[in-house]
């Protein structure tokens, strides 16, 4: 399973520079251990699918623990506005990246999928959507990554 995360474009930047190592979320996914590779698409004005990154990962807590053990890592100066993304939810997810690749050429998700539409936050991609975002996947990332990524899905430290 692939996910596309639909992120802002100072954190997309921020992830592809290596400024940003954990990934935070009000949500997370039906089952982590799934998760092989997470397309960034760059919300507006990029509109964009602009790189990937694996992850071995996803940390579930409250968001003040979350920012105890990531907001040095989050790509946030702030712990208010870090606190404010999560306000009125009792837990949170930080997705640990790893590996990560910035494509050489954005991509263009309406050119690519006839019928995209913007995730909220994040959505599961389909077999065919994979198949049009593969010949922009680096070689790294198309080895059998399934023992390998997310397949630690804890709560807490």
Same mark, same amino acid.
């Given at each position: 399973?692939?996910? /596309?995360?639909?992120?802002?474009?100072?954190?997309?930047? $921020? &992830? /592809?520079? %290596?400024?940003?190592?954990? #990934?935070?979320?009000?949500? %997370?996914?039906?089952?982590?251990?799934?998760?092989?590779?997470?397309?960034?698409? !760059? !919300?507006?004005?990029? =509109?964009? &699918?602009?790189?990937?990154?694996?992850?071995?990962?996803?940390?579930?807590?409250?968001?003040?623990? +979350?920012?105890?053990?990531?907001?040095?890592?989050?790509?946030? #100066?702030?712990? !208010?506005?870090?606190?404010?993304?999560? #306000?009125?939810?009792?837990?949170?997810?930080?997705?640990?990246?790893?590996?990560?690749?910035?494509?050489?050429?954005?991509?263009?998700? $309406?050119?690519?999928? =006839?019928?995209?539409?913007?995730? *909220?936050?994040?959505?599961?991609?389909?077999?065919? $959507?994979?198949? !049009? +975002?593969?010949?922009?996947?680096?070689? *790294?990332?198309?080895?059998?990554?399934?023992?390998?990524?997310?397949?630690?899905?804890?709560?807490?430290?």
């Amino acid at each position: 399973m692939n996910v /596309l995360l639909a992120i802002k474009p100072e954190f997309a930047e $921020k &992830i /592809l520079n %290596g400024r940003k190592n954990y #990934e935070f979320r009000r949500t %997370g996914f039906k089952d982590a251990s799934e998760i092989e590779l997470v397309f960034l698409y !760059s !919300s507006a004005p990029d =509109s964009e &699918i602009v790189g990937v990154f694996t992850s071995n990962r996803v940390v579930e807590a409250p968001p003040e623990e +979350l920012w105890d053990l990531f907001g040095g890592e989050s790509g946030i #100066e702030d712990r !208010s506005r870090f606190l404010d993304y999560f #306000e009125g939810k009792e837990t949170g997810h930080a997705i640990e990246i790893d590996d990560r690749y910035r494509f050489d050429t954005p991509i263009d998700p $309406k050119v690519r999928f =006839s019928d995209f539409s913007p995730p *909220m936050s994040f959505m599961y991609l389909d077999d065919n $959507k994979i198949g !049009s +975002l593969q010949p922009a996947i680096p070689d *790294m990332f198309k080895q059998d990554t399934t023992e390998t990524n997310l397949t630690q899905y804890q709560t807490g430290n």
